[in-house]
């Protein structure tokens, strides 16, 4: 437990240090080291920690304390959980936060130092909430860091707050995950009043011990995949993830690529053992997850900003992982999000290297940038390969394993649809590398070598990228040292899986080499030729538009009428009171004339009366 | 127990003879009249943490009692105590107060008086909270209300407010906006509550009478007398709604926007911060402790109204453009989610809705610092004309952000703890379905609020505009000990539930379940 | 002479009083009625008194002249005011009190 405690700290006190320190953080450079000092500590804590998982000799630990007591229902408990899941994906989320957090010392460096010193700060924030989220112990916990992890992608992706866009995005990001989140929030009560607990051990014993109702669960289990939706960009939650990219690029490699995103999938995965008990939600995640990954890959195809490409690379990746979850494939999924948070983070580090040398995101204004960037182009190529699915490639495994679960779990159909993803995936990659790379015209500017401060952790991740599939055999090992280990049946994936895979990858990546490298074909006589097609493609199936339209109209449609009806209708009436008081009050003021005599006049008649009253009857 | 034996009197008099030393000092003793303050608003901090640590929550009930006889012949006694409710809400008053003092440091305008009425609506409030007399609770009740009146009506700011097509003319004529207006209007509404108040408590105190064969004021006797059916039902309206009217519930909340706009910082801070809590109080104290049974039977319809208020306080919220009204708004809304605790009738839910009081009263408290800083240092109120500040008043922007954060219950701050109690208390009770417009307010709350966020500070700065400077000197106090506040009680929820849920099961004992 | 007779007396100069109080239009001879009232009042307790033999009722005619006379030093002040500030003991002019 130790390790986790130290993980858990290292950012944790880095960000204290640099938050609570005026003066370090505007010093700049110190808190930046200081940050990276505390991942790097995390980082080594928790890679300690996770290799007698990955090897498959160690048994999950607990550590809990009192959070809230409460009366008159079960108290509230706080705690880490580390076992095979949550021990491996800690040492991913520390390893690629580190790297990430050195490269961003070079791509930053032109920042003013206060506001490099802002930047680490979230950078350390985000670190330590997303550490915490994956060693949460129960669904309480997870959705509190859930939350605080939103908080740091909203703070980075608004981090150029002074552009409009920036926080534009910012507020979709934050407001599109938080839809989910009603979701999720309301699956946890749902879950809590059927099982009394959020701790995820005694929820498994509970619902494998058939204490909890089926209906309760399913109800809980829909809300929690919507919040799962809704943090990894699923249809037709993933409008801010593209939007997102207006971040810092190192950014969108840490939190849009490989953690964040992925821990709608982390959280599917560690909730597996209990979708088994509801299969129609089952069915709908496969779903999402399919639609998912077409939708973005067909959205990749128009996008001309390199880091959108991406982007939605990621949203398709993230729609495969739902979907293996969703055939019943948690193990599937999670070596994707493995492989996928390497190949990723190296594909936007390299985009930002990229972005660095020439100053701009569109692909078209890049081009011939192999020759000025060896070490950056070769990245590149190891992670489009990876992204493609090609042998050796850690992609190809991943993928592979997904293919090989949706099929064994019974979807031909969405098998079929895989795969054409896959050769999309492979077209799209295979578009940017060439427009960017090779082409037939040179790049603006003078383009030139990144750092060794940028160039190392790129390097770091490609090799991870081509040998990551070495992986594979761990991941049972990683499984069977859960909290939940499932009952392994040797998987026998049909010979012609990988064959099909490959084949939809190689074809992908020669299309995309015949249209934009040979230019055999004019690309843009296919978007002429298919024009309303690629006019809903590049208005992303008119999803974001839909958003806007509910923001305008339902949410500030009815914030006006109900401010409206506050002002006039339910203070008019108070104003109507007023008034009312005002105009008898106004008929009734003419009776004082402020005439002594008058007012004595009235005097001696109330005598005279009150004389009559008394004695005249 | 026997910490100090006149700690809550010392609690209630401490400001109350500051106000009395500043009554007498000159009008030119400026430091000498804030020490004074500060000495008035330190003691009951102290005293109120000291009640914190030394409330046994094992014993439970009433703690640090204090009885003395005043009229014997009517049952009226200084009967002091508190239980485990009442013993966070004396420490959030005094921790409003001390940052009140602070936040109103730079006021030179008339500084003896201003200090003089809050210290006076301290006392009322600190009184309402300790006492355990229904009439002196009453009177002290009144202190509290009152004062608001001067603090708003001279100390206050105007924004008149443009009525629309027709009612343009009346808006002038009524001076919709303006600072007479929200004074007058607040004072009425609370003075129209107390009125229901003291018509219920004298019910009480004549039905009272007949069981106990003697009439009495005092709250543990009336608490051993069960008043059922229709008088009961009657006398708890007459709580909820005369309570209820300070406490902001829907339609019964138009004070709230237009008296806290108007007011000074400090005064809105105390408003909102605390003596809207007083509202939520009286009903929980009164209505709830006192007529478990009409209480049972009319939790629907608290239920019913609070799911109202969270809903359309949050949507009534994005409408505004004056950035105190959003924060008016935002109050309404949150008030919502208190009432709501206690219609769920669970112990975790009543928890919750305590635990909410704190929190919102410490969160808009810290709202109200912050729009008064950005409103004395651009000279605006209206959020359209405001853009691009965090340039130049970053420590203000951070703290708004972390302002707002906990008010859309952003976990590690206590908003959330306080909002997820009571949505998990709504979720048991016998209404699940409360839970499901509490979350969605929550949502709408994340609209708002980080909208404004983004117009207020974000973006470019407007061009031509003069840089509104940053905070500075004693303007940091209360931001810091307030957000300090909003994140230990967010990440550490066990220093108040520990005699929270004490006090919660005294009062859910007398619920026959 | 009977008590009835002085009763009689004094509800006469009573009227007569009320009369001027409520016809003159100049303050001085406002006051002057007003002191006609207060007499006949006087004259009607010291008359019920002296019927009856109660020396309690001589004594508050007594107490009534000396606060008369009070009385009328503040109003002739007032007047003596009003006259100097407001340039006027007209009553008819002295409206400030209109709503």
């Known amino acids: ?617 | 127990m026997s910490v100090m034996p006149h700690l809550l009197s010392m609690t209630v008099l401490a400001p109350f003879a500051a106000a009395l030393v500043l009554f007498v000092l000159p009008e030119r003793a400026g430091r000498l009249i804030r020490t004074v303050s500060v000495l008035g608003a330190a003691v009951p901090l102290l005293t109120s943490i000291l009640a914190l640590r030394h409330y046994d929550a094992a014993l439970r009930g009433f703690q640090f009692v204090e009885a003395y006889p005043l009229v014997p012949r009517l049952g009226l006694s200084w009967h002091l105590g508190v239980d485990g409710i009442a013993v966070p809400l004396l420490l959030l008053t005094a921790i409003i107060h001390g940052t009140a003092v602070f936040t109103s440091w730079t006021t030179t305008e008339r500084a003896k008086e201003f200090y003089l009425f809050l210290a006076l609506l301290v006392t009322g409030v600190y009184g309402v909270f300790v006492s355990l007399d229904l009439f002196v609770l009453f009177l002290f009740y009144e202190l509290a209300v009152l004062p608001m009146y001067v603090l708003i009506g001279v100390w206050g700011s105007s924004m008149e407010i443009e009525g629309r097509g027709p009612f343009g003319s009346l808006f002038r004529k009524i001076g919709v906006g303006g600072k007479d207006y929200g004074a007058m209007k607040l004072t009425l509404y609370l003075l129209a509550g107390s009125a229901f108040i003291l018509v219920g408590i004298l019910l009480m105190w004549v039905a009272g009478a007949g069981p106990m064969g003697r009439p009495s004021f005092d709250y543990l006797a009336l608490s051993h007398v069960t008043f059922s059916g229709g008088l009961g039902r009657s006398i708890f309206l007459l709580f909820y709604v005369g309570f209820g009217v300070l406490a902001g519930i829907w339609p019964f909340h138009t004070w709230s926007p237009d008296g806290h706009a108007a007011a000074p910082a400090a005064g809105s801070m105390m408003h909102a911060g605390v003596l809207m809590k007083l509202g939520a109080y009286g009903v929980l104290r009164l209505g709830f402790g006192l007529l478990p049974q009409a209480a049972q039977q009319l939790a629907w319809l608290v239920g019913l109204v609070a799911v109202i208020n969270i809903v359309y306080g949050a949507l009534g919220a994005g409408w505004q453009k004056d950035i105190k009204y959003l924060i008016a708004y935002s109050s309404v809304s949150h008030m919502g989610i208190v009432m709501l605790g206690l219609a769920t009738l669970t112990s975790v839910g009543l928890a919750g809705s305590v635990y909410q009081m704190v929190a919102h009263g410490i969160m808009t408290a810290l709202f109200f610092t912050l729009v008064n800083l950005v409103y004395h240092k651009s000279h605006r109120r209206d959020m359209t004309a405001m853009g691009g500040f965090a340039r130049s008043m970053p420590g203000i922007a951070t703290f708004f952000v972390i302002a707002g954060l906990s008010s859309l219950g952003l976990p590690g701050l206590a908003g959330f703890v306080a909002e997820f109690l009571v949505f998990l208390g709504a979720w048991t009770s016998a209404h699940p379905w409360w839970a499901i417009p509490g979350v969605v307010g929550a949502m709408i709350t994340a609209l708002y609020v980080l909208r404004a966020v983004r117009t207020i500070f974000l973006g470019p700065a407007r061009p031509g505009d003069e840089a509104p400077p940053d905070a500075h000197g004693v303007e940091w106090v209360s931001l810091v000990a307030l957000s300090s506040c909003l994140v230990l009680l967010g990440v550490w929820p066990r220093l108040l539930l520990d005699p929270l849920n004490a006090g919660v099961a005294d009062l859910l004992a007398r619920f026959g379940s | 002479m009977t008590a009835g007779a002085l009763l009689l007396v004094a509800a006469a100069v009573f009227s007569i009083g009320l009369f001027g109080v409520l016809a003159r239009r100049h303050a001085i001879g406002v006051l002057v009625s007003i002191e006609l009232m207060f007499n006949a009042v006087n004259l009607a307790v010291a008359a019920i008194a002296w019927s009856r033999g109660l020396v309690a009722g001589v004594v508050l005619v007594l107490f009534g002249i000396a606060i008369t006379v009070a009385e009328i030093a503040i109003g002739l002040a007032l007047v003596l005011l009003a006259a100097r500030v407001r340039k006027t003991s007209v009553l008819d002019d002295l409206d400030t009190l209109r709503g």
């Open chain 1, 1 to 617: 437990m130790i390790p986790a405690l130290v993980t858990l700290c290292g950012p944790l006190a880095a960000f204290a240090l640099i938050g609570l320190l005026p003066p370090l953080r505007r010093a700049g450079r110190p808190a930046a080291l200081l940050s990276i000092a505390g991942i790097a500590v995390a980082a080594l804590a928790s890679g300690i920690q996770a290799v007698p998982y990955f090897r498959g000799v160690a048994a999950p630990a607990t550590y809990e304390f009192l959070w809230a007591p409460l009366t008159g229902a079960p108290s509230i408990r706080f705690g880490l959980l580390v076992d095979g899941l949550s021990a491996s994906m800690a040492a991913l989320v520390a390893l690629i936060a580190l790297l990430v957090q050195v490269y961003s010392l070079a791509y930053m460096a032109s920042e003013k130092p206060a506001s490099l010193g802002r930047y680490y700060a979230y950078q350390a924030f985000f670190a330590f909430a997303m550490l915490g989220l994956v060693l949460s112990h129960n669904l309480l916990q997870t959705y509190v860091f859930w939350e605080m992890v939103g908080l740091g992608s909203y703070l980075l992706i608004g981090f150029f707050w002074e552009r409009p866009e920036a926080g534009r995005a910012a507020l979709k990001a934050f407001w599109t995950t938080r839809l989910g989140d009603v979701g999720f929030a309301l699956g946890i009560l749902v879950l809590w009043g059927a099982a009394g607990t959020f701790t995820f051990t005694e929820l498994f014993a509970k619902v494998g011990g058939g204490a909890v109702a089926g209906s309760a669960l399913s109800l809980g289990l829909a809300g929690i995949t919507l919040g799962a939706m809704g943090k990894s960009a699923q249809f037709p939650f993933h409008v801010w993830l593209p939007d997102a990219m207006e971040g810092p690029t190192p950014v969108s490699a840490l939190i849009h690529a490989a953690t964040m995103v992925a821990a709608g999938v982390y959280l599917m995965v560690r909730v597996a053992p209990l979708l088994s008990h509801a299969p129609e939600l089952m069915s709908a995640i496969f779903a999402i997850g399919v639609l998912t990954a077409f939708l973005a890959a067909t959205m990749a195809l128009v996008e001309s900003d390199i880091k959108r490409v991406l982007a939605f690379s990621t949203v398709s990746q993230l729609g495969f992982m739902m979907a293996a979850v969703g055939s019943g494939g948690a193990g599937a999924a999670y070596f994707h999000l493995l492989t996928h948070a390497f190949f990723k983070a190296l594909l936007f580090l390299t985009a930002g290297s990229l972005i660095h040398a020439v100053g701009s995101n569109d692909l078209f204004k890049m081009g011939r940038l192999a020759r000025a960037m060896p070490v950056t182009a070769a990245c590149f190529a190891a992670g489009a390969l990876a992204l493609a699915g090609i042998v050796p490639t850690a992609g190809f495994f991943s993928k592979d394993e997904i293919l090989a679960s949706v099929l064994a779990g019974g979807h031909p159909l969405g098998f079929a649809l895989l795969v054409l993803t896959a050769g999309i995936t492979a077209f799209y990659i295979g578009r940017a590398f060439f427009l960017a790379m090779l082409g037939s015209h040179d790049a603006e500017g003078h383009a030139h070598e990144s750092p060794a401060a940028m160039t190392a952790p790129m390097a770091v991740l490609a090799v991870l990228a081509l040998v990551g599939g070495a992986l594979a055999p761990s991941i049972p090992r990683l499984f069977a040292g859960t909290i939940a280990p499932p009952a392994f049946e040797p998987e026998t994936a049909p010979v012609f899986v990988p064959i099909l895979g490959t084949l939809a990858a190689l074809s992908g990546l020669a299309l995309s080499w015949l249209a934009y490298q040979r230019r055999s074909f004019d690309p843009g006589a296919v978007r002429r030729a298919v024009g309303p097609v690629a006019t809903l493609l590049e208005r992303r199936y008119f999803v974001d538009d839909a958003f806007e339209l509910v923001y305008r109209r339902a949410y500030l449609g009815l914030s006006s009428v109900v401010g409206w009806f506050d002002r006039y209708v339910v203070d008019g009436l108070v104003n109507a009171a007023t008034w009312m008081t005002w105009l008898v009050a106004g008929r009734l003021r003419g009776m004082q004339n402020g005439r002594v005599q008058d007012a004595l006049y009235a005097v001696a008649a109330g005598l005279v009366l009150l004389a009559w009253l008394a004695l005249g009857r």
